[in-house]
């Protein structure tokens, strides 16, 4: 009990902090679920494409040529979404890891006082995790609450996003004049409900997704993220701490 009330009372002593903190973390759960439902929409697209090609019958020189531009247009395009990811959970570790640093030096005499009364050096980390854990719950919380209230909006926006850079890393993939013969040739004798255009993002939506996606992979890299941080970095400093303070 004494400890969540040290928790607690820890958080709300360093709300300035923590609200900055939280900002953060709203961009980077913002960031990070879009980057998610970008890929699962791609992921969408690219069935949808295969079964409306499968549509114009028995494979031929066509359905391969554009099956497999298509296709290497689709790994560019996740491998891009991958490495956004990435980054920004690279970005966001650096940010908790300076802020968790200056925290804790502005923690001294706290960190020193809990020492005295018997606290130990993990129990002092865990408290320091506990706040940011609680803060970044918050964070994630509001950006869900955000998503919600503009799904609709959101997943037309990466559809036409995702729809437009697909477009030139399909431009980039082949030569124009070879790839309109190939659509000439399979849509000949061909009666369908859909057009050249919409061929690999059929319509203002993507056929299945309609939701955005990522909230737990979110939710775990932040968690993840704030647990290296702290533990890695505020229980050594805390003993280095203690050894100075409280020599033998």
Partial sequence: MHFFERTFSGFRYHHRYYFVMMLLSVAFCLISIMLITSEMIDQSAQSAFLQRLNSFGAQNKQTILLSTQVGQAHIKMM??????????????????????????????SETDALYLVGKSSMSIGLQYAFEAFFSFLISF????????????????FLTNANRSAFGHLLQEGYRGIDMNHAFQQLFARHLTGFTRETLFYYGGKTDDLTQPA???????????????????????????RKRLVMPR
């Fill in 79 to 108: 491998q891009i979404t991958q490495t956004l990811l990435n980054r920004v959970v690279i970005i966001n570790g650096i940010c908790w890891l300076i802020g968790t640093a200056l925290l804790w030096f502005l923690r001294r």
């Fill in 141 to 156: 919380i509001i950006s869900v609450f955000l998503i919600i209230l503009f799904n609709d909006q959101l997943i037309q």
């Fill in 214 to 240: 990522g909230f737990l992979t979110t939710l775990r890299n932040g968690l993840g993220v704030i647990f290296v941080t702290n533990l890695g970095l505020v229980t050594p400093l805390s003993i280095i």
